[in-house]
């Protein structure tokens, strides 16, 4: 079993800036994918970034290349999302969540678990 909780949301306006965490705990391989979802009121939970933890190949959604930059500390067992140029539309509760295995995917349904989420509001 596997637990993730996330910090570091927050207000921030519109061109700034915030970190986000994720801390594992439980039962983590090497072989593990990390990602980041994201949900806005009224919206679907939608895919941000995934980060394989052996070997460190990334994923982005198209809306935060550029902009977002996703790392871990694998002996932290912790995973960061780095938010730059924020902008009102990424406003969201974002979400950790984590697989097992190897596959980088963006497909909310094939990580097996989530963190309780935390809020970014980006104002304008």
């Known amino acids: 079993q596997v637990q993730l909780v996330e910090s570091g949301g927050g207000l921030v306006q519109a061109g700034g800036s915030l970190r986000l965490s994720c801390a594992a705990s439980?039962?983590?391989?090497?072989?593990?994918?990390m990602g980041w979802f994201r949900q806005a009121p009224g919206w679907e939970r939608e895919f941000v970034a995934a980060?394989?933890?052996?070997?460190?190949?990334?994923d982005y959604a198209d809306s935060v290349k550029g902009r977002f930059t996703i790392s871990r500390d694998n002996a932290k067992n912790t995973v960061y999302l780095q938010m730059n140029s924020l902008k009102p539309e990424d406003t969201a509760v974002y979400y950790c969540a984590a697989r097992s295995g190897y596959l980088l995917t963006q497909r909310e349904k094939e990580y097996d678990y989530w963190g309780q989420g935390t809020q970014v509001t980006v104002s304008s």
């Open positions: 439980g039962r983590m391989f090497s072989s593990y994918v």
């Open positions: 980060i394989r933890l052996s070997g460190g190949t990334i």
